[in-house]
């Protein structure tokens, strides 16, 4: 079993920044790659980002294309979202998985982020 645990979440206003951070730990070798997914009010939970575990290739939703950087850091097996230019409609929790050959799952707890305007 893989554990996701996010963090970072916050309020921030319009045009400012956030990091968030997933921690990965259980077995992870199982994984191929980290995704981040949001989920606002009233909507369904939709694609943000991703990673292969390698690091060597990422995916972006157009919505965030220009704006948000995935990343991740081996040592820590920690995948990490660098938001900027943040907009109210990017206001969301936020969620990591694991991708596994079966699909997606291992999904984290979540973090709140709220961009005001």
């Known amino acids: 079993q893989v554990q996701l645990v996010e963090s970072g979440g916050g309020v921030v206003q319009a045009g400012g920044s956030l990091r968030l951070s997933c921690a990965a730990s259980g077995r992870t070798f199982a994984i191929r790659a980290i995704g981040w997914f949001r989920q606002a009010p009233g909507k369904e939970r939709e694609f943000v980002a991703a990673i292969s575990w390698s690091g060597s290739s990422t995916n972006y939703a157009d919505s965030v294309k220009g704006r948000f950087t995935i990343s991740r850091d081996n040592a820590k097996n920690t995948v990490y979202l660098q938001m900027n230019s943040l907009k109210p409609e990017d206001t969301a929790v936020y969620y990591c998985?694991?991708?596994?050959?079966?699909?997606?799952?291992?999904w984290g707890q979540g973090t709140q982020v709220t961009v005001s305007s």
């Open positions: 998985a694991g991708q596994r050959t079966s699909g997606w799952g291992d």
